[in-house]
């Protein structure tokens, strides 16, 4: 990466999984405004369905989503009741409505759950939805709880995409984030996928961690090449001790500053590349002939609450506690404790906490961001029949400073993100988003 643009890879910016992003969820959107988006739905429109599973065995310390550390699996149980009674709640909203793309299991542990707690869930989903052959259905697995023939009956029940938490492999970063798993184990779990049929693999890589440095990260790089998943996702870490507390175990002189962090990505990017994976959005990468690449080169990738994804539907279903929910420009997103969670099922109403409608200004505003993180090209022309003559004017002054630098190419109808930037797309992004106030701070460092 260029010299000069090092300095906005210290940007904060959201992830923009959402727009607007969960920043601006209030609670005017209650189950009744979600009930009423639901109404809306299409006769066949696609539908993603996400199913939150929020245990874990063991905590660990980088984590920030929504989990807990669980140690009475009869909780677990009750969980899965309340996950199949909303359901049925969601059902009888759609009345019909909506023909399921995909089903995604996320969290949390997912495999947390037994298999047979996991069939539960989707001949609940098939029973209130309908799932047909082609709906794909994917999980994300804690290596460390697999158990033999594990992934054969996850493969029986129609899993054909699942996602290994691999972080890192060298075992003192492991110590330092309390997630000690070894090489053998991912290794006999990629073999036990492939042999029981599973085509999709994927893993989710972290840098910016404690104690990595180039030469073990790049040791992580070469052992996943050598396993050869089709799918990578290398994320950095966000170290935000103060909102999480876990966090505080990680201690702050043992990560890597701004510079060795964009070293550990930039040598993650040219290691993955010269393997032949495919660039995929700014942190994912994909073998040819996996869909997520296809969706890429054909234009057709899209952003959601699991990274890029080459899923056709733009309607969200998210199921179980903190899960969010997008319908008809509705966000919507449950309760966030199991307790709080289960109270509601328990009543008969859904568990919607907090949300935000979108407007027409903010579905222009979230196709140009959409447009630069997926396709890192993003048509103003076509927004400026929502966005006033100013606003345009006030997004091109914004990216001006990215433009002098070099990072995006500009002129009256586009913003291109220049060749080698696309880990900057976000901050570029931010500094136009009227709800992320970056652009102030990205002018102090320009």
């Excluded at 009750?78 to 009888?92: H, K, M, N, P, W």
């Excluded at 399921?100 to 996320?106: K, Q, W």
Aim: aromatic share 8%; charged share 25%; hydrophobic share 40%.
């Amino acid at each position: 990466m260029k010299q000069a643009w090092r300095k906005y890879l210290a940007a904060r910016a959201p992830r923009y999984t959402s727009y607007p992003s969960a920043l601006q969820f209030s609670t005017a959107v209650d189950d009744k405004v979600y009930q009423e988006a639901l109404s809306r739905v299409s006769l066949y429109e696609p539908i993603s369905i996400y199913v939150h599973v929020p245990f874990c065995k063991q905590l660990c310390w980088y984590c920030g989503c929504n989990m807990r550390v669980e140690n009475h699996y009869d909780r677990a149980l009750d969980y899965v009741d309340s996950l199949i009674g909303e359901t049925r709640l969601v059902s009888a909203a759609l009345a019909g409505r909506g023909r399921p793309s995909s089903v995604h299991f996320g969290g949390g542990t997912p495999n947390y759950l037994e298999t047979d707690e996991i069939a539960r869930i989707l001949d609940a989903i098939e029973c209130e939805f309908g799932l047909t052959d082609d709906a794909r259905l994917a999980i994300e697995l804690d290596p460390r709880l697999i158990k033999r023939g594990h992934l054969a009956e996850l493969a029986r029940l129609g899993f054909s995409r699942v996602s290994f938490g691999v972080q890192d492999f060298d075992p003192d970063v492991q110590l330092a984030i309390n997630r000690v798993q070894s090489f053998e184990l991912i290794e006999s779990c990629v073999c036990d996928a492939r042999e029981a049929g599973i085509e999709d693999v994927s893993f989710d890589l972290l840098y910016g961690l404690p104690r990595q440095t180039p030469a073990t990260f790049a040791a992580t790089i070469e052992k996943t090449i050598a396993l050869g998943p089709d799918r990578v996702s290398i994320f950095g870490y966000a170290h935000l001790p103060a909102a999480l507390p876990r966090q505080r175990m990680i201690r702050d002189r043992e990560l890597p500053d701004t510079d060795g962090r964009a070293e550990l990505s930039l040598m993650a990017d040219e290691k993955l590349v010269a393997a032949g994976y495919g660039r995929i959005g700014f942190d994912h990468y994909a073998k040819p002939g996996n869909s997520l690449f296809s969706a890429a080169c054909a234009g057709a990738l899209r952003r959601n609450f699991q990274g890029f994804t080459d899923d056709v539907a733009t309607t969200m279903i998210g199921l179980g506690a903190s899960a969010i929910s997008f319908a008809s420009g509705v966000y919507a997103q449950n309760a966030k404790t199991v307790k709080q969670y289960a109270a509601c099922i328990a009543e008969g109403r859904l568990p919607t906490e907090r949300g935000v409608v979108r407007t027409e200004r903010d579905e222009a505003y979230a196709k140009l961001i959409a447009e630069l993180l997926c396709q890192r090209d993003a048509d103003l022309e076509e927004a400026g029949r929502i966005l006033s003559g100013g606003e345009i004017d006030n997004i091109k002054q914004c990216v001006m400073p990215f433009v002098r630098d070099g990072v995006v190419t500009f002129d009256a109808a586009r913003i291109r993100m220049a060749p080698g930037a696309r880990e900057l797309s976000r901050a570029v992004a931010a500094a136009f988003d009227p709800y992320a106030g970056a652009a102030p701070a990205l002018a102090r460092v320009v």
